[in-house]
């Protein structure tokens, strides 16, 4: 009960956190604290997955791979303050992502040849640029989302689009988490994948959808005219 307890209070006062962030990036700040924000989950987020593989067996190049994905990251944010850049940039930055994807597989080809250890060296460089994709890349669609209809200037606060979106899939997510929480704390049985997180089940996997599901439709019908 404790440590259920416990688990509870760190959700809790994780998403209240992460609720004032959003509502200070949306309402009050200028976007690109929204891009600072972003930037500082990307590395965060990176610093976990290696964290998680690396106790798995599955080694890494973490410090490539947490500069490259902030570059990454970076390469996004450009793109989307593109509006506010020279026209003789635009392309140049349209092509920046794949650019330093194709120069971080580069760099972490030629980091393996010195490795002494050659046996693992093909899969160090899989998973280091498998945590670039999964975190930073996923992240560059949340910029997307934001900056898609009404791009801001740097100092400008978010537009109303933006916000509205990006709040509706923080509330999705947090729902979703929050409902597989609680469910899976009370009647999982059936554990989700044993190896990588023993406390998942497929009863609080199932609840989360719905939970999902049951916010995005209680946002539509409150945004419906």
Known sequence: MNIALTSL??????????????????????????CAVLLLFAVIGLHEFYRLSAGMEMPAFRGLGIAGGALLL?????????????????????????????????????????????????????????GVLYVPFLLGFLLRLLFRWDPPAPLEVMPGTGCTLGLFLVLVVKSGDMGAFFIGRRWGRHQLCPHLSPKKTWEGFVAGLFASTAAALAVMACLKP
Do not use: N, Q
């Not at 597989?105 to 899989?126: E, G, I, K, P, T």
């Open 74 to 130: 970076l390469a996004g944010i450009a793109r989307a303050y593109e509006s506010v850049l020279p026209a003789t940039w635009w392309p140049a930055v349209e092509e920046s992502g794949l650019l330093v994807l194709f120069l971080l597989l580069l760099v972490l080809c030629v980091r393996s040849f010195y490795d002494l250890d050659h046996r693992h060296s093909v899969r160090a460089v899989a998973v280091t640029m498998l």
């Open 9 to 34: 209070h760190k959700r809790v006062l994780s998403g209240l956190g992460f609720g004032v962030v959003v509502w200070a990036g949306a309402f009050a700040l200028p976007s690109v604290f929204d």
